[in-house]
Nanobody, 123 residues
Framework: QVQLVESGGGLVQAGGSLRLSCTAS????????MGWFRQAPGKEREFVAA????????LYADSVKGRFTISRDNAKNTVYLQMNSLKPEDTAVYIC????????????????WGQGTQVTVSS
């Protein structure tokens, strides 16, 4: 079992930046591929970004490519999501997830989920 806790969400104007953090405890963090998902009101949970266990591989949704960057610091048991050039359509609850299977965009393959942190982008 692994516990995931997100932080860094908040309210920002369009064009601004936020950095989200997700800190893991309870298991060996370096064994997990990590992902970020988001869920907006009335919509399904969607993939945002993922990073492999050693940080060597990353995946991004087309909607955030070039604006968001995922990274990890295994010494701190933490994965980050740097979000730049934010748009109102980025407004959602952002949720951290972990899997031992492989780096993937498929939410059904993630085993552990955080509580989420709200990101609101105003016009």
């Amino acid at each position: 079992q692994v516990q995931l806790v997100e932080s860094g969400g908040g309210l920002v104007q369009a064009g601004g930046s936020l950095r989200l953090s997700c800190t893991a405890s309870g298991r060996t963090f370096s064994n997990y591929h990590m992902g970020w998902f988001r869920q907006a009101p009335g919509k399904e949970r969607e993939f945002v970004a993922a990073v492999s266990v050693n940080g060597g591989s990353t995946l991004y949704a087309d909607s955030v490519k070039g604006r968001f960057t995922i990274s990890r610091d295994n010494a701190k048991n933490t994965v980050y999501l740097q979000m730049n050039s934010l748009k109102p359509e980025d407004t959602a609850v952002y949720i951290c997830a972990a899997t031992t299977s492989r780096i993937t965009t498929i939410r059904q393959r993630y085993d552990y989920w955080g509580q989420g942190t709200q990101v609101t982008v105003s016009s």
